[in-house]
C-alpha cells in the first residue's frame, strides 16, 4: 500500500511526530531516571513553586505560595482525585510529548497554509520536531512545553477564524491565550497584539461597531473572567491590586 504524504493527511504526520519526540522523550526518561525516579521527567524548584501550591490547594484549599498563576492547575486538579500526585506528574509528562507532537503537525500545516507553500509544511515540520530546544522541554515539570503546545494552538484558532469567520474559533483563540497568559503572564502581551491584530481587521473589513465589540468580548470573556477572580482573590488576601501576579 503507497503512503499518501500530502500535509493533510494528518494521522500520519502525527504518528511520524510522536515517533520522532518520543525517541527523544524515552531517550531522556531512561537516561535520567535513575536520579530522578519515580517520576519521569525533572521535577526543579520552579516547578514546587507551581505544583506544590496547587498540591496544597487540593489537600488544604490553600493556594500557596502564590507568587506564580495558576495555570498549570487545570489538568493537575482534574486528574488528582483518581491518581496519587507523581502518577498526575507522570501523566502530565507523557500528555507534553503527545500534544507537543500534535502541535509539531498544527504549526507546520497553518503555516503551510498562510504562505501558500507545500514546501513549508515539510520545513517547519522537520524544525518542529528535531530541534533539540522543542522536544528538550516536554520533560521537565514546567510551563515552557505546555505554553509552546497552547500558544500554538491559539495561533491556529486564530488563522481559522481569519479564514472562515466563524466565531467559535475566535473564542478557541482567546480561550488557549488566557491559558498561555495564567502559565507565564509575559504571554499577556501576545493578548494585546492579536487583540489589536483583530480591532485593525474589523476595522479595515467595515463592520459594524456593535459586532466589533460582541467580537471583542467574545475573544476576552475567558481571560476576563478568570483574571477578574484571580485578581479579586490576591486584593482579599494581600489587600492590594494583583493583576497577573506578584513579582516582589
Known amino acids: 500500500m503507497k503512503l499518501n504524504f500530502t500535509k493533510n493527511n494528518y494521522l500520519l504526520w502525527i504518528f511520524i511526530s510522536l515517533i520522532l519526540k518520543g525517541l527523544f522523550f524515552w531517550a531522556q526518561v531512561y537516561l535520567n531516571y535513575p536520579q530522578n525516579k519515580p517520576l519521569l521527567g525533572i521535577f526543579t524548584h520552579d516547578s514546587g513553586e507551581y505544583y506544590n501550591s496547587i498540591e496544597n490547594f487540593y489537600v ?3 493556594y500557596e505560595p502564590d507568587n506564580r498563576m495558576p495555570g498549570l492547575g487545570i489538568l493537575f486538579l482534574f486528574m488528582r482525585p483518581f491518581f496519587e500526585k507523581t502518577v498526575v506528574l507522570n501523566i502530565i509528562l507523557v500528555l507534553q510529548w503527545v500534544f507537543s507532537s500534535i502541535t509539531a503537525y498544527i504549526m507546520a500545516l497553518t503555516l503551510s497554509r498562510i504562505l501558500k507553500k507545500e514546501s513549508v509544511f515539510y520545513f517547519v515540520f522537520i524544525l518542529m520536531t528535531l530541534t533539540h530546544f522543542i522536544f528538550l522541554w516536554s520533560t521537565f515539570l514546567l510551563t515552557e512545553s505546555p505554553c509552546i503546545t497552547l500558544f500554538i494552538l491559539s495561533f491556529y484558532y486564530l488563522h481559522r477564524y481569519y479564514e472562515t469567520q466563524t466565531k467559535k474559533y475566535l ?12 502559565l507565564r503572564p509575559v504571554f499577556f502581551l501576545f493578548y ?5 491584530f483583530l480591532l485593525w481587521y474589523f476595522l479595515k473589513e467595515k463592520i459594524k461597531f456593535k459586532t466589533i465589540l ?22 482579599i488576601k494581600k489587600d492590594k491590586f494583583i493583576f497577573l501576579n506578584d513579582i516582589e
Open 60 to 62: 488544604n484549599g490553600v
Open 171 to 182: 473564542f478557541w483563540c482567546g480561550v488557549f491565550l488566557a491559558w498561555c497568559t495564567f
Open 192 to 196: 494585546v497584539i492579536v487583540g489589536l
Open 214 to 235: 460582541l467580537n471583542l468580548i467574545l475573544f476576552f470573556s475567558v481571560f476576563i473572567i478568570c483574571d477578574s477572580a484571580w485578581t479579586i482573590r490576591n486584593y
